[in-house]
Structures are given as C-alpha cells and as structure tokens.
C-alpha cells in the first residue's frame, strides 16, 4: 500500500514571495504519478501539477513547479509569485498506474496567502 | 477539458432516509469512477471504485451494503447512502477516469448533512 505523507498542516507566506510545500510518499512499485491538488473554500478540486515518475525533469505550470527526488521519495511544490487566490488546502496525491487509477492523498496543507 | 458534475450539492435529509448522488461524466466516457468522504478539515478517503457494468470495489471499512454504488452506463455512477445516520454526515466527491486512464477529473462534491 502507498502512504502519502504532508508534513506541513499550515503555511503561510507573504503576497508575491514564494513557499514551498513538502510531501514525501512511501511505494515499491515504480510507475506512477505524482499530483498537487489545490482545493479552495469552494471544495472543488484543481489539478495543479502532475508529475510523470518515469521522468526525471520537474514538471512545471507558470508558477507552479515541483521538485521531484524519485530516491528520496519526494515531491515537493514550490509556489513563485504568491497571489491571494492561491489560499487553499493543498493535496499531494499518488496514483498506481498498475493498480486501478486511484489517487492516495496526503493530509493536506493549509496556505494561507497574506496581503 | 472534461467535466464533471455531481448533484445535489447539498442535501440535508432525516436520520434513518437513503440519499441519492449522481456523478456524471459530461464529455467523455468513464469506464471508471471513484468515490471519496472527505471529513472536515481532512483529507479525501477513498471509500470504492465504480466499473461500468460490474460491482463496485470497496475499500477496507466501508460498508457496501450501507454505501451502494450503480455504474450501470459509461456516463453515469450513482452512490446511495442508505438509513443515513448523523455519522455519516461527510463532503462526499467523485472522480472520473478518462478513457486514456491519465487524468482524473473531479466532481464539484456533495455536502451531506443528516439530522
């Protein structure tokens, strides 16, 4: 079984400065994927970035990039340019490719963006 | 992109009542689609695994007889909470598989409120 760790329950950073989030993940299968999902007050999910682990380069979105350590086991997201809408619960997710599909999620993190 | 969309919203219903939840796959043909509970401040948890045209895959503590789920065509799942009881007062949200089996698309989630 795969466990999906989030250190981190709160963060919080200033507006425009950048924050990185931690999640660290437990597997001995070596195709899947990696996600960051945010969800914000409306509940509804977001795929934010998604991470291939057959690829060694980090997946990047705008301001949204990732470090992917495939021997250390994380898959970490770091946020540039921190804007008030980026508030959210934020969800590190893994999916076996081998077994169905379905994602396991970590904790999750609250990040709180201040103006 | 695909969409997804799961009704009611928000349903408020007596103790001891069954409450109905559509998933719909909108533009796209999902051979699979998940369930998760979401307890406040929490993570997703996924409670089954819907195949269209075959019986759902519970994971380990939910009760099937209590959590039905019908994926009887390619668009639609369905999962019926029966007697609910206040317990079972949660944020309930589906996913969808696409049919290439890379990317899962979310519903907009149910709030579930037993009295």
């Known amino acids: 079984a795969q466990t999906v760790t989030q250190s981190q329950p709160e963060m919080s950073v200033q507006e425009a400065e950048t924050v990185t989030l931690s999640c660290t993940y437990d597997?001995?299968?070596?195709?899947?994927?990696l996600f960051w999902y945010k969800q914000p007050p409306s509940r509804q999910m977001i795929l934010v970035i998604r991470q291939e682990a057959y690829k060694q380069q980090n997946a990047t979105e705008n301001r949204f990039s990732v470090n992917f350590q495939k021997a250390a086991k994380s898959f970490s997201l770091k946020i540039s340019d921190s804007q008030l809408g980026d508030t959210a619960m934020y969800f590190c997710a893994f999916m076996n490719n081998n077994a169905g599909n379905m994602l396991t999620f970590g904790g999750g993190t609250r990040l709180m963006v201040k103006p | 992109g695909a969409v997804v969309s799961q009704h009611p919203s928000r349903v408020i219903c007596k103790s001891g009542t069954s409450v109905k939840i559509e998933c719909r796959s909108l533009d796209f043909q999902a051979t699979t689609m998940f369930w998760y509970r979401q307890f406040p401040k929490q993570s997703l948890m996924l409670m089954a695994t819907s195949n269209e045209g075959s019986k759902a895959t519970y994971e380990q503590g939910v009760e099937k007889d209590k959590f039905l789920i019908n994926h009887a065509s390619l668009t639609l799942s369905t999962l019926t909470v029966t007697s609910a009881h206040p317990e079972d007062s949660s944020f309930y949200i589906c996913?969808?598989?696409?049919?290439?089996?890379?990317?899962?698309?979310f519903g907009s989630g149910t709030q579930l409120s037993v009295l």
């Open positions: 996913s969808a598989r696409d049919q290439y089996g890379e990317k899962l698309f």
């Open positions: 597997t001995s299968e070596n195709n899947y994927y």
